[in-house]
């Protein structure tokens, strides 16, 4: 990484100008705007986009140059340790939450016993779903999903695969509310707003051999398969879906398409 000189005459981080950073590459090329900020328990800042081809690739950049380049971040530089932030776009309101250990590395229904199954229930009882996130695992990436929307609104779960938990925790969230709202959301529909940057995902209905293999929580909840779920799609940063001819082989791999068939979009 090259050394930078910066003079700022507000320096509203406590770090040092020179600290290393994680980015996306987007972020650090400067082609997308910082929308999800982490500072991490051990004291890393991550500067990431809404999505990227590149998740598991980050970038090393001091945290004078992200400053520098967005003095926006100022408004998180009080982000406490093992918070995460998200805003929509630049400009908007930051949300900010507390990372939980037990969310992001549960993959399995009894993975922390009782306690974590109380949390859930209440979860669902007091915002009307609880989502669990998988980390990456090798070659396989991390996914997360709800449980407790068929519960509570009568409506399919929510499963999204390929995307930091900060981001696809947000979008389930945002797509939950327009669901709520009564927005049409269903199969093959494009939906908006739930990343930042302008990018539309569209809904694929999940089939029963991959909510066997992706939602044990869910499975746990409802006791047994008797649910329906729905996969959000992502774009590329390019805006390119996994089944276009243009998306990349590592993009395809990297976020499965969880339908039994071919995903057609509905008019």
Same mark, same amino acid.
């Given at each position: 990484?090259? %050394?930078?000189?910066?003079?700022?005459?507000? +320096?509203?981080?406590?770090?040092?100008? *020179?600290?290393?950073?994680?980015?996306?590459?987007?972020?650090?090329?400067?082609?997308?705007?910082?929308?999800?900020?982490?500072?991490?328990?051990?004291?890393? /800042?991550?500067?990431?986009?809404?999505?990227?081809?590149?998740?598991?690739?980050?970038?090393?950049?001091?945290?004078?140059?992200?400053?520098?380049?967005?003095? $926006?971040? %100022?408004?998180?530089?009080?982000?406490?340790?093992? +918070?995460?932030?998200?805003?929509?776009?630049?400009?908007?309101? #930051?949300?900010?939450?507390?990372?939980?250990?037990?969310?992001?590395?549960?993959?399995?229904? *009894?993975?922390?016993?009782?306690?974590?199954?109380?949390?859930?229930?209440?979860?669902?009882?007091?915002?009307?779903?609880?989502?669990?996130?998988?980390?990456?695992?090798?070659?396989?990436?991390?996914?997360?999903?709800?449980?407790?929307?068929?519960?509570?609104?009568?409506?399919?779960?929510?499963?999204?695969?390929?995307?930091?938990?900060?981001?696809?925790?947000?979008?389930?969230? &945002?797509?939950?509310?327009?669901?709520?709202?009564?927005? *049409?959301?269903?199969?093959?529909?494009?939906?908006?707003?739930?990343?930042?940057?302008?990018?539309?995902?569209?809904?694929? &209905?999940? $089939?029963?051999?991959?909510?066997?293999?992706?939602?044990?929580?869910?499975? /746990?909840?409802?006791?047994?398969?008797?649910?329906?779920? /729905?996969?959000?799609?992502?774009?590329?940063?390019?805006?390119?879906?996994? #089944?276009? %001819?243009? %998306?990349?082989? /590592?993009?395809?791999? +990297?976020?499965?398409?969880?339908?039994?068939?071919?995903?057609?979009?509905?008019?």
């Amino acid at each position: 990484m090259t %050394a930078h000189t910066h003079s700022f005459a507000h +320096w509203p981080f406590g770090d040092a100008v *020179d600290t290393v950073t994680y980015c996306t590459a987007g972020v650090a090329e400067r082609r997308l705007p910082v929308l999800r900020v982490s500072h991490d328990a051990d004291g890393d /800042w991550q500067f990431l986009d809404a999505t990227t081809e590149y998740p598991g690739e980050p970038v090393l950049l001091c945290l004078g140059c992200v400053f520098e380049h967005d003095p $926006s971040l %100022a408004e998180i530089s009080d982000l406490p340790l093992g +918070w995460s932030a998200f805003r929509p776009e630049v400009g908007a309101e #930051w949300e900010r939450w507390e990372k939980e250990a037990e969310d992001e590395e549960c993959g399995g229904h *009894d993975c922390n016993g009782e306690e974590a199954e109380r949390r859930a229930l209440a979860d669902i009882e007091q915002y009307g779903l609880h989502i669990i996130h998988v980390e990456e695992e090798g070659d396989q990436p991390p996914f997360s999903y709800s449980i407790g929307i068929e519960r509570t609104l009568g409506m399919p779960e929510l499963i999204m695969v390929g995307l930091r938990h900060e981001v696809a925790h947000m979008s389930i969230h &945002e797509c939950y509310a327009q669901m709520k709202a009564g927005a *049409d959301i269903r199969p093959g529909a494009r939906v908006r707003e739930l990343l930042g940057g302008g990018f539309e995902c569209l809904i694929a &209905e999940v $089939s029963p051999e991959s909510i066997k293999q992706y939602m044990g929580w869910a499975r /746990w909840l409802h006791q047994g398969d008797a649910f329906r779920a /729905w996969q959000i799609v992502f774009p590329s940063t390019a805006g390119v879906f996994p #089944w276009e %001819a243009e %998306a990349g082989d /590592w993009f395809r791999q +990297w976020q499965p398409l969880l339908a039994a068939g071919p995903i057609e979009e509905s008019r």
